[in-house]
């Protein structure tokens, strides 16, 4: 009883919140950002259909052209320090950032995951924020 109740109610959400038309240009990613800077508890939120082509090698990418660190700098959040690596012992490829904004710090990660094919890989960006007491 109780999923079908959450199932209705999920849907009627989704029915009235896809017509609602409106003025405000952020897209769903940048509202999400805005709750998990706002909560800032450490869960983390991963954007899987954040890139919508897949790589075919791994790049040494700058941590300034990750999509959600732009989108932070944007908000007026400051670089504190990058790095990158494998999750071991076979995982996927990972860039992270750390940032820091006042007593907000978040870090975004940017993951290659690998695919069936070893040259093709699916990538997503994970975001978590945290209060430091500062």
Not at 67 to 79: A, D, E, S, T, W
Not at 97 to 103: A, F, L, Q, T, Y
Request: glycine share 4%; charged share 25%; net charge positive.
């Amino acid at each position: 009883m109780k999923i079908q109740i959450l199932l209705i109610s999920s849907a009627l959400f989704f029915t009235f919140s896809c017509n609602k038309k409106t003025d405000d240009k952020r897209t769903s990613v940048d509202k999400i950002i805005d709750v998990v800077i706002e909560t800032s508890d450490g869960q983390s939120v991963e954007f899987p259909d954040l890139y919508n082509f897949v790589y075919y090698s791994l790049s040494d990418e700058n941590p300034e052209n990750l999509i959600l660190v732009r989108k932070l700098m944007y908000r007026g959040f400051k670089i504190n320090e990058s790095g990158r690596g494998n999750y071991p012992p076979l995982g996927p490829r990972i860039i992270n950032v750390n940032m820091r904004k006042e007593d907000c710090e978040c870090n975004v990660s940017k993951i290659y995951y690998s695919t069936v094919n070893d040259s093709i890989f699916q990538t997503t960006e994970k975001i978590s924020c945290k209060r430091t007491g500062r």
